[in-house]
Each structure stands twice: as structure tokens, then as C-alpha cells.
């Protein structure tokens, strides 16, 4: 209920073909969205079209059914994380547009695909946070980013990296995946003028604690301009990516 | 040594007025900012205007004055931060175009001011998050940048918060800057569609483990959109925000 | 052996039908309930009805079972938490009685429910909090509160929070359970008059840390009236708010 | 702006005395804390009475004046915390009716004292938890509770603990502090039906961590009905008890 | 090779009836165990009917099986700690005396018992630290301690535990397990002279961290008298209690 | 009131002395350390000459003072630890007999000294360990053990331990205190059959993490027999020594 | 592209053969090996007959045998760390020279191997400890080491590790691997000139946190010449020791 | 006491000028250090030369004069490590030959330098980890190596690591020192072949948590070779380079 509409209430309180007491009520049960508040939510509106995330991980199949059902009754796409391949399969009998991301381990439906925009670029030290730079890549790309991959780019061979240098410098936004000891971005950052979203994975042993060596390293990388996403987690990453990535593209 | 200039070598190799093996040496010697390399030194040339930092924590007052003389020798400005009053005074001593942001517990040391662009807006929760915010604002703004404060708006009177929402959802970046359970950036990230940097402060006790929890608080902060800095890294912020903010920028 | 056994007693004595070494040992071995100790189990037999809780975690089911059977045979209700199907089922051959509250995980074995007084409500920021929130109703329920919930009212939509405001201000006391980075009591505790009470979940991944970011969060709140629980301890939310509910409740 | 003012501005457009360009104007400026986020500060106008608290560690003496002043000038009383001598001098400029509670580290400035009601008690375990204690008990007093200390009970000499049983057992509310193993608070659980809250200190050495092997077993305690602070947090505390004292109190 | 064999070796070489290298050679490669280093080994021989122990976790089957081979040969009693079923029967299977004392996860195989000697008390507070306390006893009584068990003593219920004061004053030497919040050997130290080994469990959840919860309350127990083991040591608690309950015991 | 009083009590009832109401009275009043909880207490009367102590750190010179006057009025024998200069001047003004034992940082207020008895061997890896020996040999010595000290043997030269092996393996009771990787204890356990004490200290630096380093090693010693104090606990384990010390001791 | 490649090229400038634009077109599109940056790669010539690791743990198996692949088509070795008897199978499908190494999990593919040099010696506390030991001696010896091993020479029985010290005194590196308390290297650094790595392994439980407690042991070795590794890295471990085994080896 | 004295022994025996009770006596107390265990001490005598290290930290002056008087009482050299200037004036007045390394905060007294051999480099990421490469430096050269420092070569201008390639593969042995992230090792390590020691510093704030960041990255540096040091141990780092360096050197 936008301005218009609160406009065309009064009117016809004024005209007299809309009494009072129906009126505030109309007003009363008006959308927290409305009036003031409604600016909170000028980004819902916006948001058409952008999916709704759900993580699956911690959720019954007929929890993350029931969710995926809401939204799609009201036309907001489904961004389902941390899916396995039996909930998949359940999405799927939800809706015959869900498709599955195997190694991003995502279910997407979506019936308008966005019009790519800007340039995100992604890269990974090793290839085992590809999973992670996957779930990053569907991410940004439902919501309309235009995002390439580049796996396998770590420190330990620096000419690999090095090779990549022009495709670096030239993308708009860089997430910069590595686990083990995450000092990828670091080498990164010094590089490039690009903001930079670093994401630790958990891939490691020992005294890698899950990820939180990554996490430390990338955190205290003396170079400024990186942010840093939480273990993991590809979806933030992509969804920051995409927020920077939008400012001023085309 | 760009294109130009090793064209221009070559043209003297063909024209006889450079032997080969002084062309050779030239070659050879040239800085590692050339050819292939030079690319990663593109970059470099565009700092030009932009201040190196120097952390002087850690640092005697003889090693920073030393490394501000060669930088300014340079013509690189300087932003010596976490600089205490007699740093600043010592700084002043070598040069007087030196400033010092005492709330930001900063020295600049800069020529010319940038133009400022672009719409970087500071907000922080509590009134000791101060220092913080000022040093990510002053970083930002020698950088070129743009950039507003808005002090105090913590959750425990959303009202505050709301007041300023038009003006949030306004700005190109937003950085949110909290101490104690740092929770303003979870609220805030889900009124706004900007990309939003998230700055722990180490100001709290007890299990707040010197701005740790906070800084879990920011990583795990479920809604997407999020670049968490390292605690009180108000230079980490400010220089991303600027990264952030340049895109496409005017 | 209250006063008037004691009394009794020393009626014996003085009338000579008890000697004094009889009455010396009988002085001797009464149960520490009587006399000052007694106090500590004034409470004891108030607790009567009052189910004795069972952490099934950690025990194997023979030990269940016989715990339960012990307290069955004095008439103590049961309250078995953690516990799996099978379990349930065991217990249900225990007796018929036993009912198993699936979501909560847990087992009750009451002959006569207490009629609910007061108002708990529980609320919980997701989906996968819910079997925290399903413990905690349980154990209050069972004590004798009445108890609602609302489930999936997180800070990233802040409107479905707000949209139950006038019922969170209406309780007599709050449980709020959250996972991930845990910011629901600290946004909640604003906004009410009610003691409130934070339950942290283990619900999240990486540093999350298995629940600790949001246990960190809850502690750190800058608000006061908040009391925060072991993660995952719906069972303690219950009992804590039913502790609290009954002072002048009717 | 409340319902009467909505129809009031209805009947107004209605009669035509309003346009409906002035009437969507006012509809649309209205202040949020009308219509439905009003709610949020329903709350607000009963805060009137009770203090606003400054956390003073990591605040400026200028930040702290420049707070209190403000809070004053709308008649909002003052409750300063962690307050050196020096804060308690300089508010004590500010305003005659300021008077430092030392033990506390406290500055309360409060025109009218509340009637004490209900009943708080907080005991300790040792005496190096006074200050924590006494910071609990300004708090809860300031905010209308009556409130009793009993110092240095700890479970080492149980039986200074069982002397007081019939008081811990009489009061509505029990604040539980203690340091070092912080057990003090599991003992008290089992002898009283109350509810209770309990106050880590960061008394202590080597493995105590500041505080943080007394948090965890007050976390762990296995009775439920404990709910936990922050380390050192007496002012939550204090504000929780108050809380739940209210609850039916006189 | 005792001093006894050194002075019957230099008297041959004065007899002439040994050569001087053949002596040299025989002093040369006596095992370490004599002259100075000896000392050493005087333990050893007093070891002779202790068990020596074998922690099955981390090894394979084979390789206990191998051990336990290598020490029967030489006559040594086996304790195997932390032994499945299936070690157990491989085990039966190597010798005939071989028990499975399935509760403490222990396979002993010893020919001889000793005579029990001493006091040592063995307390539980919970059901769930039963094979801990198993573990325990099993240790100290193969070597030759006469062991007593009371279990499911926790301060939640303090009449049980007073209910065997006597008991507890009256043994030589206590070993009270505990897991949650790990309070009991606080509460039990201050009511006996006895010295008292305190072993944390990792029975638990949420901020219990496996253990670490009750081992740091008993690390900061304020009454000294306590030596803690590390979580879930049954058998270290064992040799420890086993170690003082034989100093002047008969 | 012992078990004589009561009989006495008892034998006026019957000889018609004390009527039964007196008599109840003065049985209901009899302080909670008679009859059956008086069995707690019968280890307080056996403490009589033994120190009362007081940790010095956290509490204001004037609470050590009250604490300790207190403590002299009832003849209880003081011992303050972790006392500096200043409160040990003070504690002289309070007492003529008090001694400050300045390594051990304690001071020492007993009329009598105890007979030594038994052997109690406290050894150190390093010299910096000194004021934790010193603590626990003052703690053990003013309760009545022979203590002696043997500094500097750590790991590093084993020569220097192995020097004093006959002197190791003649103790009752070993108290070994190693900070860095402490590893000390774990050594000398298997070289002796006696009791081990381990008491990790905060010497060292970096991740030493303030004796967590060799609080570790010591728990995990995988010989089993070593009891384990917090970090610099000279106290707690001088004062779990005399327990063992004594028991059969002569 | 070495100097006499580009020599030669400007050569052919300078003799009219090679027109600049392609001369300028060939030096920009030199590989970065060359020129300066050549030095990185030189030590990549070197590393021609020394295996590539793949870290197998996080990958698929078609991912390991893609890269295995990869590196064979480049006559690279393939080294596969953490390989369970499934990849075992599937890369010697891909090459019948692939060596299953059970014990270090790991597999093999070298065509020729180099003739071992040098002295490297690995020594284990336990022997769950043997996985680590095994891993580092394939990596060395495929790298060119000559290696050796003892197993079980932990600090209980020290005898045991005396036994061997003569071939402990002769190793020219020392590989020391060790879990639970892991003293092991430091005992072993006092006894040696020799260069000592420190591989702490996660055998062991509770407060041992996976391997923290022997990384924490030997990170604070007082007696220095240690280099620690990660938790279970006995490839890294192997790789250093051949690194220092080469040096100046034969 | 090597095998010729014993053999010299034993032939006085054979030819009687030595009674066997004389000669039992001489091999009784013939010092450890013989026989079997003088092994042990073999490497003693080759320390000769060899400062000993005294870390001032934690002790009293007067106890480090104490202990330096005893060494150079045997002629053994003296390293006190993190020395004061106040302790190197006190050790000045204990020998004219003491020499303070400010910046390495260490006092040597060695009365003839070792002639320096090999090749040790050492590198540092920042100006401010210069302490503890001076400590570094001083450690390994008063042992007798030769080594260069190299400082401020960090990761951010990638470019002045490059610089010093040459030099970095041309040593023996690498010392890398960097605080903050500590990413230097892990891009050096792929550039060389040398054995690289790494040595994190305290050197960053916030999540750094005082050099346990750049720690875990050491640790996690997923190309093998580096071995680590504890934090700020510039000492030890100094030590193991040695050991490496005289490996074959000349």
C-alpha cells in the first residue's frame, strides 16, 4: 500500500464512498510496510525477483518443503543452501523449475533468470573450496551478477596465480576462497585495487581448527580492503559481492 | 618502464644508436615494475595520491619518523595510525603539513586533498566506538572519499536507529562499527540493500573477550551481505569502504 | 521426624517409657531431613508433582528405565529429555501413562496435569531452533505454566517480529531462543518490560563454534534483564521460567 | 498519534476540512512511534522513573558529563557504572543530587527514590565479589526493588550457607555471585524454589581465564532455574531481579 | 646386574679366571638398569604384578594384540583401557584369564590378585559418569587397592551425598567424578580431611565443551586439597588414589 | 554440642530437671553442628591449629585485615597468600607473630608450629618456578609436614634431575612445578612410586598461554599418578601434600 | 626465455629481421619465467623428479584422479597424502606403478627412485603415533632421504629411549613424533645436537583437544632447536627433514 | 670415565695393584656420566664453547647474576635472553666482556667468537618483528654460524620480497619472522629450497590475539618444509638454524 493508494483512501473519504470507521480500519490493518515503516521495506520491493535463502542444514525435508511452498505461493524465488540430494529431489517434486546445483550443493527456482551484470570474479587456492566458491557463484548469479570461477590459483605455485593477474585487476568485485592457512587473499589484495571478499574454508586438519586458522589469517591481513565472511560461507560472500557488485554497474 | 619506453629501445636497437648489449642490460635491470610484472605495479602509479600506512604500534618513535621521511622523499603521503600524541608532535616536527586526527588517533601527512566522491556512511552503537569510526572516516576521506558519521544509534533504542534510515538506505556503503554484542550490524543489514562492513570493537568485559564476541557475532549474522574487519581495524574499514565506493563512483 | 515426633520423644524419656541410650540413638540416626537440615527439604515435598527430569544423553536405557521406575514407585512424575524413539518407546513400556513429545525429545510420565497459571511465552528466531523451544514448553507446561509459542521471528525480517509485539509485551515472562549469531534477546529486550530469558542454540556452522557465538552475543547484551542459558538448554528455560511465572501468579 | 487522532483526521478530510494533499502529508510524517511501531515505545513512557545507565569504562570523562547532562535535562534519572572517583567527582559538578556508591563504582542521580517492593536477596560466595554485589543492589534499588546483601557464603564453610537458608529461602528473588569455581550458584539451586540468577566474577587465577571457568559452571549447572550473567555484569543482574520482583510484587 | 655380580666379575679378573676384555666387555654392554642408572630400574622390579597399560583407542587390533603378547611373555599383567567388545573377545582369545569388566571398557589379564589393601572411595554425581568411576575402580584394584563405590551423589540432591558423610570421612582416599558443571569435589573437599582426586567427565553438552566445564570448577576449587585429572582419566585417577592409599596402609 | 551434651540433655528430662518444652526448644536451636550434620563439622574441631586461608589478591587491605583479627579472636592461625609488602606490614600491626615468608609472597600468623612429620619433596624445572615451591612449602609446613626443596632440575640438563633420583624416590609425597612445556612431572613419574603433585606455572611466554602450555602437559602426562593443581597453585598443592603426607605418617 | 633469447632478439632488431612491433609483441608476451621473475621458477627445474602432493582429505575421487593425471601427463610424481584404500584402487587404475603405502595412507607414482642420501631418523612415542611416522618416511625417502624408524620410545619407559640413544646421537635430522602430553622432543632435544622436528599427533582425549596439548608442549620446549610442525603433518615434517637432510649430504 | 679408564681399572685389578672393594667403590660412584649414560654427556663437552642460555624473564636480577657467575665460573659462555637494560648493566659489572645487543634485547659474555660458518638468511614481514630477528641473529651467531639479516619484506608490496629472490635462494637456512597474518613463510617456502624456519610474533591486535594468529597460518602453510617456532622465539629460531647450518657447512 504506497502513496497512491493511501491518497485514493482519503479520496474517496472525501467523495464519501468509503465511511470512517472502514477507513482507519483499512489504515489499521495496513502493512507494517505502509506509512513510515514502508522504507524499511522500499528494499522488499526491490528484492522481487531476488530469491529468499533458506539453509537446509538444521531443518526437517518437511520443514524446508513447507518454507519453499510460503515463498513460492508468493512469487519469491527459492535460494535453498546446504542441500543434499534427497532434499533436491523433494524440491523438485515442489516445483518442476527447481534445479540443482550439485556442487554448490544448492536448489534454485527461479522462473526469470536476471539479467547478467557487472563482473565478480571468483578464485580458490585449492580445489577443495570449490563447493564454497559455488555456493558464491549461484548466489550472485540468481541475483544478477555476472560471475566467473577460476579454481586452484594458491600460493604455493605463485605463477599460477600470476597468470590470472590481468583477469584479476580487470573484475569489479573478487572473492577470494582458500582454507588451510588462507593466505591467498593477503597475496591477493596487495595486487589489485578491487574490493576484496575473503572467505575461509574449513578444508584442513590439526591445527586448522575447522577453519578458524583461515579465518585468523584473513582477519589480520595487514593490507586493508578485504572483508571477511564467516567459515564456509559461500552464500554471504556472494550476496555481498552482488551488493558492491550493482553500485554503478551496467 | 611502459610500453612506450621499451618500444622506443627498440627502435634505437634498429637504428644502430643503442648497441645490444647495452639494450640487453637495460632490459635486464629494468625494475620489476616492467613488462610482464609491471602489471602488478599498475596499481602502484594509481596510489599515487593515495597515503601509505604505517601501524605505529610496536614501532619506536625513531623507526616511524624514519619510515615517514622516506615516504615523503617519495612524495607517497603518509597516514601513520594508532599514533599517540607524541608521535604526532615528532611527525609534525618532519613535516608541517602534518594533521593530526586525535579523536582518530591519526597522523596525515598529505599535499593536496583529494576531491571527495562517492557516499560513505559511518554509524556506530555506542559513544567508545568513536575512536574506531574516526579512524575508518579519516582513512576514507585522505583516500577520496566522501564520508558521514552518525554516532550512538545502537539496538537498545531502535528508535534512534530508525530515525536514520532514510538515510542509511542512501548511502553506497555503510560501515557499522559495534562493541559489546555488536548485533547493530545483523539489524541494520536487513533495512538496507548497501553493502555494509562490519567493524567488532574491543570496548566490553567479561566474556566479551576483548571484542571477540562481537566479531563472532558479525561473522554468524545469518543475513547475506556482511564484510567483517578484524576488531577496532577502523583503517581495514575505511580503506575497503573506499574500494567499495569508487565503483562507478562521481 | 518434625517437632512433634521429637516432642513425643522427650515425653518418653521424661516419662521413663524410652531410656536415654534409646532415645540418645534414635536422636542420632534421624534422618538429616529433620531438625534445622530439614529446611533444605521443606522444599522437597513442595516439589511433589513437580516432575524429576532425566538426561537421557549419556546414560544407557537400562539406567533410564530404572531410574524412572524408582521415581515412578514414589509417585515423582517423570520428565525425560534427549530422548530418541527408542527410548520413547522403552519408557512406554514402563508405563502406559508416558507420553513422548517428539519435537521437544522428550518423554512425560504425569498422572494429572497441573492446571496452567501464568503466561511463558517462547519465541525463536528459526526454524531449526524449534526442537530448543519445544523442550522448554514442555518442562514449564508440565510444571504447571501456561505457555505459547511463535516460532521463526528472527531480526533478518524485522517485520515478523514486530507484527507480535503486543503479545511479547503482554507476557509475564520471555524465553527467546536463537542460533547463528544470536541477536533476538538483545533486539527483543528492548522492546519489553518482561524478564527475559536467552537460550543460545547450536544451530549454525563454522564460527559459530557449535553454538558459542550466540552464547557470547546473549552474555554480552548491552540491555539488562536478560539471563542466559546453556546452549540448547531448553530444559533450564523452562524450568527458570516457571520459577518466575508462579511469583504472584494466579 | 494514536487511533482517535487517525479518525479525527479521517472525519476531518471527510467534512472537508482537511484536504487530502495536507491530510497524506501528515499521514506520511507522522512520527514512527505512532500507529502500529507506537507499540515499540509504549514502553518508553514507562521507563520514565527509571535510570538510564552509562557503562563508563571506555568513555571519555567529557563523553560521560556530556551523556549525563543530556539524560538530565529530560528528566531522565542517571545510573553511571563503573565509575571511578574521579567520574563521581566530575557528575557530582553536574548535578547536587548525584552521590557515588563507592563499593559499587556507581554515580546514581535521582530526584525521588522509588517505594522499595518485593524482595531481592544477593548473596556471595567470597569478598572479593562485594563490588559485583554492590553494583547489583544500587541497580535493583534505583529501580524500586528492596534488596538485601549477605556476604561471603561460599560453599567452602558450607555451614555459614545453611545458616541463612531460611532467608534464601524466604526471598523472591536470589542474585548468586561468586569467582574462582563459581559453585556457589548449584548449591543454592537445590535448597530454594526462587528464581535465581547467577553472577560469574572474574575472581581468580590461572584457569579461572577472568572469569570464565565460574561461567561455564554456572552454564552447566545440571538444576535448572539458573539463569546466567555476563562476568561482572551486577548491573544485569540487578536489572533482571528487578524485572521479576515487579511480577506480582507489593 | 647388581653390585653383588660387579664385585663377582673383579674378583674373576684378579683370579685371572676372566680376562680384562672379556670384563670390559661385560661391564660395557650391561643393560642401563645397573650401577648409577639402576636406580631407575629399582621401580621396576617393584612394578613386578602391577599391570602395565595399554590405551586401545588409536591402536589397532592387531597391535594390541601384539603388546598384550609382548608383555605376558614377560610375565607382566595387561590393563587394557578403553577396550570395545571386540578387543575384549581378541583378547579372551590370547589368554583364558583374560576379564572384560564391560562397564569400565577394560580387559585385565592378571594371574595373581592382590590382597586388597587401604580405603579407596570411589563417588559419582551422576548415572552418566559411571564408566568413568569404573575405570577407576578396576585400575586400583588390580593393583592392590581395596575400592568402594557410591554413585549418583550430586549436589542437585544434597541429602544423598550427606547421607554418606561417615563414609566418605572414613576412606583413605577419595575419588569423586563429575561432569556438567563438575561441583561435587568442591562441595566434598570441604567436608572430609581426606585427600581427594577429582576427575571431570565429558558427560555434558553446549558450553560444556567435552569436559572442559567441570575440569576448570575443579582446577579453581578455592579449598585447596584437590588434584584434578585430565577428563574422563579413570585410570589415571586409579594409579594416583592406588599411589597414596598405599602409603602406610596395611 | 556433642553427643555427650545431648545425652545430658536428655538424662535432665528424665530426671524431671528441664521440662520438654525447654528441651525441644534447645534441640531445635542446637547449631546445625550437632548430630547428624555435626559429622561435617568434627573435621573443623581437627582443624584447630591448622591455618585458616586468606587469598590475599582482589580484596582491599582493610577486608585482609577484619578477615584476619577475626580469624585470630577465634585462635584460628592465619595464612595470607599472595600478600605484598604492604599488607604483610599491616598484618605485623594486626600481630606480633606474624612472619612474611616474602618468596612465597605469605604471611604466616601461628602461635604454635606443628611437630613436622612425614616427607614432602617439592622440586622445580626452572629458577623462575621459585615462588610457587616456596608457596606450597610454607602451606605444607605450617599444617605440620616436613617439607623440603630442590630447585632448577628441569628437563633440559638431566643430569641435574637424575642427580637426585635416590632423594625422588625416598618422598612420600613429590611436588613438581614446571612452567614453559612443563614437562617435568611427566619425567620424574616414571621414575618413582610415589604420589605426584603437578603444579604448572605461568613462567613463559607466547603460546605458553599463561601455564594453559604446561597445564596441559600435565594432564595429558599418559602415566597415569600425577594429580594436577591449577596454575600457580603452590597453595592447593601444599596443601593436597600434607593431606597425603599424613596418612599414616608418623 | 633466458638472455640469450632475448639477445638473440634484439639481435634480430638490430639486423632488420624482427620489425619492432613484433620484437615488442614477443617481450610482452614472454612468459613471467623469464627476465626476472625467471628466478622464481628456477627452483621449479630443480624440483623435476621430487613428488607433487595431493592432500586427498576434501576432494572427490574424481578430482584426485584428474589432478593425478595431470601431473603424470608432466612426468610429475604423484604423492597422495590422507588416501584411503578406495583412491588407493582408483589411482593405480590410472598407473601400475602407483604404490599403496597402507600404513601413511598414502600412494606413490615415481617412475625412478632416487638413490637415498643422507640420514634422517624417526622416532614415536606410541604407537598410534605410527600413521604420522609412516607418512613423513615415505615423503622423504621419495624425496631422496635415506630413512629409518623406531617406534614406541616414549618418555614412561625411558629405558627404553636410552637404549637408542647412540642412534639418535648419529641421525643428521631427527623426526619426533608424539601425542597425549608430547614431551617426547623435548627430552630428546637435551640429548642431541642434532636438528630436531616435532610432529604433535591428536592421539589422545579429553583435555588433549585433539593435539593442542602436545603442539602447546613442544611449541614451549625451553631447550631450543625444535621446529614444530602441524597437528598429524608428518608430510610436512618429512618434506623439512629432507630439505635439511640435503644439505651438504651425501 | 670412558672404556679406556674402566679397561686401566680393570688391569689393576688383574695385576693386583687395585683391591676389588676399591675398585667396586670407583665404578659405583664413578659419576653418570660414564659408561652407558656418559653417551648422554658426550654432546656436553662438544657444547663447550657454547653459550647457555639464561631467559631473564621471570627471575630476579640477583638470580640471574647468581647463575651467570656459575657459568662463567666453568668457563661456559653466557646468552641472557630478553635482558633489560638494568640486567645487562648488572652483568657488566659481573664481566668486562659482557656485551648488550639492545635491539635483541640479549647479553652475550663469550670470551672468543666461533668463526662464522655457513649461511644463515633471515627476513622480516615488518619493522616492528626486528626484535626477535635480532634475537635470531645473536642466538645463532654467538654459536658460531654466519647471518644476514634482510627486514620489511612483507607480502603487502610483494615487489621487495622479489627484490632479495637471489639472496633468499642462495642461503642455507631461512629464518622468516612476521607478525599480524604471518602469511611471509607460506610465499617464501614455494620460492626456495632451503630448510625455512618459521617464527610468528605478537606483533597485531585484536584477533591477532597476541601472535596466535600468524601461528596457526605457520602451522596450516600447506607447502611442506617450514618448520615453526612459539611466538617471539627468536631464541630458539636462532638455535634449530644452527643446527641446520653446520650441517656439511664449511
Known amino acids: 500500500m504506497d502513496s497512491a493508494t493511501i491518497k485514493n483512501l482519503l479520496q474517496q473519504v472525501q467523495q464519501g464512498t468509503l465511511s470512517v470507521p472502514k477507513a482507519l480500519d483499512q489504515l489499521q490493518t495496513l502493512p507494517y510496510e505502509n506509512l513510515r515503516f514502508a522504507k524499511v521495506d522500499h528494499h522488499r520491493s526491490l528484492r522481487q525477483g531476488v530469491p529468499e535463502a533458506i539453509l537446509c542444514e538444521g531443518k526437517t525435508e518437511a520443514q524446508i518443503i513447507a518454507i519453499a511452498k510460503g515463498l513460492l505461493k508468493n512469487k519469491v524465488p527459492v535460494l535453498a543452501t ?10 523438485k517434486r515442489v516445483s518442476r523449475r527447481a534445479v540443482y546445483e550439485e556442487d554448490a550443493r544448492m ?3 527461479q522462473s526469470t533468470l536476471p539479467k ?11 580445489t577443495s573450496d570449490i563447493p564454497v566458491a559455488e555456493e558464491a557463484r549461484v548466489t550472485a548469479s540468481v541475483m544478477g551478477s555476472a560471475v566467473e570461477t577460476i579454481f586452484n590459483v594458491g600460493v604455493a605455485g605463485m605463477h599460477r596465480l600470476l597468470d590470472h593477474l590481468d583477469r584479476l585487476q580487470r573484475a569489479r568485485v573478487l572473492i577470494v576462497i582458500a582454507g588451510m592457512d588462507g593466505v591467498l587473499p593477503t597475496v591477493v589484495v596487495g595486487l589489485v585495487k578491487t574490493p576484496l571478499i ?6 584442513g586438519y590439526g591445527a586448522n581448527f575447522g577453519g578458524v586458522a583461515p579465518l585468523l589469517t584473513m582477519l589480520n591481513a595487514c593490507s586493508g580492503g578485504i572483508g571477511v565472511m564467516n567459515i564456509d560461507n559461500g552464500f554471504g560472500a556472494g550476496h555481498l559481492a552482488h551488493r558492491i557488485n550493482v553500485l554503478g554497474a551496467c
Chains 1, 2, 3, 4, 5, 6, 7, 8 share one sequence.
Do not use: E, F, H, M
Open 82 to 91: 546446504r542441500a543434499n540430494p534427497s532434499i533436491a529431489r523433494a524440491l
Open 107 to 109: 536448489v534454485v527456482i
Open 116 to 126: 547478467p551484470q557487472g563482473d565478480v570474479l571468483i578464485i580458490t587456492a585449492g
Open 198 to 203: 575473503a572467505v575461509p574454508t574449513s578444508r
